[in-house]
């Protein structure tokens, strides 16, 4: 079979979607069944195009006039106005959830695109139950179209050894993601100085992510050594960071909300995101109490094992050979 798979994101600064599809195409290659179908990648650098914006609507529906696959893959909600059969991965519909934190243009640009090609795409996988039953609710899609296929998580990099003396940092309580407003970090400001007055702890709180740009080790060495990892985002598709957390041995505050609730369940405590002081006692709990944070730990490492890479470009492959 031929396979086209398009992709139009910058992979060399990775934050959730960016890492899927950076994970996915290297880890396509390892799949048994991968040699036995032709591919195609269609990317901004090998399909030269002069202009910002329009790449995927003008650039790569002429490719695909002139060179039509069976099947077009499109790992991250760009659809192009020419196209054969073509399955999407959806990554989440949180602007539908939270969206006092979009603006109405942007909700309304996101709702018609996801829309459209929700009920276009021949098959829709998404990376959790949470994001199919959003489909459904919202947008009344088909369930039998929709395919649940779980990220992975990076594991290997927990005997990670640092080399940078500036990156090995102590006695710190970490947030690492986005700063975009669903991320909800006001309410972690809030808890951290409710730890400072309240309770008197030593841990600073150190805020890093895609947004404040830092690099690949930096990312895992702050993993490494942090005191307790902290994710209050108000809405999650999958939601990465608690997850690579887990894989480097940190206990985990999380929202019990969305996808964070099927991803981390019991490895993890759950808190209301919108509720500093519960955030605040959360975390506490793991900075005073010993036998939780290594409880934390063991169930954490349990937990990641169920989401592989390898599992997940396997099924994506069966998904789209067969479509």
Not at 116 to 140: C, E, G, M
Not at 183 to 194: C, G, R, V
Not at 284 to 306: A, P, Q, S, T, Y
Request: proline share 5%; net charge positive.
């Amino acid at each position: 079979m031929q396979i086209g798979i398009a992709n139009s994101l910058n992979l060399e600064k990775r934050s959730g979607v960016e890492e899927y599809v950076y994970q996915i195409l290297r880890h396509l290659p390892m799949v048994d069944d991968y040699k036995n179908h032709q591919f195609f990648y269609y990317q901004r650098d090998n399909l030269k195009w002069p202009l910002k914006k329009m790449w995927t609507q003008i650039r790569l529906s002429w490719e695909l006039l002139k060179n039509k696959p069976d099947v077009l893959f499109i790992p991250a909600h760009t659809f192009p106005l020419v196209h054969p059969k073509t399955i999407i991965t959806i990554h989440g519909l949180e602007y539908e959830n939270v969206p006092e934190a979009y603006s109405y243009s942007e909700r309304l640009k996101m709702r018609f695109l996801t829309k459209r090609n929700a009920k276009i795409a021949k098959k829709i996988i998404v990376p959790s139950q949470f994001v199919k039953n959003d489909l459904i609710k919202f947008y009344q899609i088909d369930p039998k179209k929709i395919f649940v296929v779980y990220h992975g998580v990076e594991t290997q990099k927990s005997n990670l050894k640092i080399q940078n003396e500036n990156l090995k940092l102590k006695n710190y309580i970490l947030y690492l993601g986005g700063y975009h407003r669903r991320k909800n970090i006001e309410s972690l400001e809030k808890a951290y100085e409710i730890l400072k007055n309240k309770y008197n702890i030593k841990q600073d709180l150190i805020l890093a992510g895609a947004d404040k740009y830092i690099s690949e080790e930096e990312k895992w060495a702050l993993l490494k050594n942090a005191d307790a990892f902290v994710y209050p985002s108000l809405c999650e598709g999958f939601g990465f960071p608690p997850l690579e957390a887990q894989s480097m041995g940190i206990p985990v505050v999380s929202s019990n909300v969305s996808a964070m609730i099927e991803t981390l369940g019991k490895s993890a405590l759950l808190v209301n995101p919108k509720d500093p002081v519960e955030i605040a006692k959360a975390i506490f709990k793991i900075l005073n109490d010993e036998n939780l944070k290594i409880e934390l730990i063991k169930m954490g490492r349990e937990n990641v094992k169920r989401f592989s890479w390898l599992k997940c470009a396997t099924e994506t492959l069966n998904l789209i050979s067969n479509p």
